[in-house]
């Protein structure tokens, strides 16, 4: 039986809410499976801001770095809108991610069949439902490229003074672009076998350095079927025949924004998990796509699915037990084919709605069963 150090991080908002949750469902999977699992909780984002002056402690960094995978609820809130950049909570996942080499980013946006009518498209649309696994380079790109601020002395055509300008920087290496294409393409294996390689070739070089890259390195799976989209077009194909996305791999910014569409499409961002990767054998970290919902915090509504969905794939890829991972997930189906909703879910001339803790025991009922 093996033994994992599990380093939790709360953070802002539903945060606390959803991450207790789920570390109720993980004690379920340490009592039926014999695998002991510590959990160290640790702060980051505002709580850490308003606690030690900023957002990403040095001891918090420790812990995390010495885990087998870190589980985070959500950082950030209206409370801590106007710090500058650096010192916002938002910058702790950065960090986050950036020391532990996070480079890839999972997100998985399925339509769960219970769920169908939760989506804005039409159900003509959606009818072979959606299961599209985005995967998002997560340290590089504009997000962790040179920028600066500083005023110009340069006028417009018009002669108006420029005043301030600013700029941020997008680089990518071709290693970086291999190793994320790779996670890609491994991916789809295992999946329905397609890529979608997103970029903005016929304006970036950035991009176009991308689609050389995929060329050389698509040949390796040649079970893959892969092709090139541009962000724009794929933004409305994403719309147009969501069910015919397998695999989209992309930057980190251009995976920021169709990750938020993608879980959009499928009516619930409350369900939505996500895992982060570095190397194999360095810690991965777990969290739900949505956000801190400061508007509902601590009023024990929130949707923990998305938590407890992603502490499945913390059973899967960090921690080596994916049949439990995979029980976790099915006792969610089940809950849900069971028409138990959170608030944030709840369908038409549906009742069953459900608290935090009240549907995290239906995932545990339902998890022992199996
Ligand atoms: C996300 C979020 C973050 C990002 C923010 C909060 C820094 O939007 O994880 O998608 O842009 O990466
Ligand atoms: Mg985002």
Request: glycine fraction near 10%.
């Amino acid at each position: 039986m093996a033994k994992f150090n599990i380093a939790v991080i709360p953070g802002d908002g539903i945060g606390p809410e959803v991450t207790e949750s789920t570390i109720e469902v993980l004690k379920a999977v340490s009592k039926r499976s014999g695998h002991e699992f510590s959990f160290s909780e640790v702060m980051a984002g505002g709580i850490a801001i308003d606690t030690c002056g900023e957002p990403l402690p040095e001891s918090s960094l420790t812990v995390a770095k010495e885990s087998d995978a870190v589980l985070l609820g959500a950082v950030g809130g209206p409370k801590w809108d106007d710090l500058p950049g650096k010192s916002r909570p938002e910058a702790a996942l950065l960090g986050l991610r950036k020391e532990l080499a996070l480079y890839a980013n999972l997100r998985l946006a399925i339509l769960f069949p219970e769920l169908k009518s939760a989506s804005p498209l039409r159900p003509d649309i959606v009818e072979n439902g959606v299961d599209i696994l985005i995967v998002r380079e997560l340290t590089g790109g504009i997000y962790f490229g040179k920028r600066g601020l500083a005023p110009s002395d340069e006028c417009l055509p018009d002669g108006t003074p420029k005043g301030l300008e600013a700029f941020d920087v997008e680089t990518y290496s071709e290693a970086e672009i291999e190793r994320i294409l790779r996670v890609g393409f491994t991916s789809a294996m295992q999946r329905r076998k397609h890529v979608t390689v997103v970029d903005k070739a016929n304006i970036l070089e950035t991009s176009r350095l991308w689609r050389k890259v995929t060329e050389r390195v698509a040949p390796d799976y040649p079970e893959v079927a892969y092709e090139f989209m541009y962000v724009d077009n794929a933004s409305m194909q994403l719309l147009r025949r969501p069910s015919s996305m397998d695999v989209i791999v992309t930057s980190n910014m251009f995976g920021d924004i169709l990750s938020d569409e993608a879980g959009m499409i499928t009516g619930s961002i409350g369900m939505l998990p996500s895992a982060s990767l570095g190397t194999p054998g360095t810690p991965g970290m777990y969290e739900p796509v949505h956000g801190s919902a400061p508007d509902i915090a601590g009023k024990g509504i929130a949707n923990p699915l998305a938590t407890i969905l992603s502490a499945a794939l913390m059973l899967r890829y960090s921690l080596g037990l994916p049949e439990e991972g995979a029980k976790i997930e099915q006792a969610v189906r089940d809950v849900l084919s069971a028409g138990y909703r959170t608030a944030d879910i709840v369908l038409n001339g549906e009742t069953n709605i459900l608290g935090t803790k009240e549907v995290t025991e239906k995932v545990i009922e339902a998890y022992e069963k199996l």
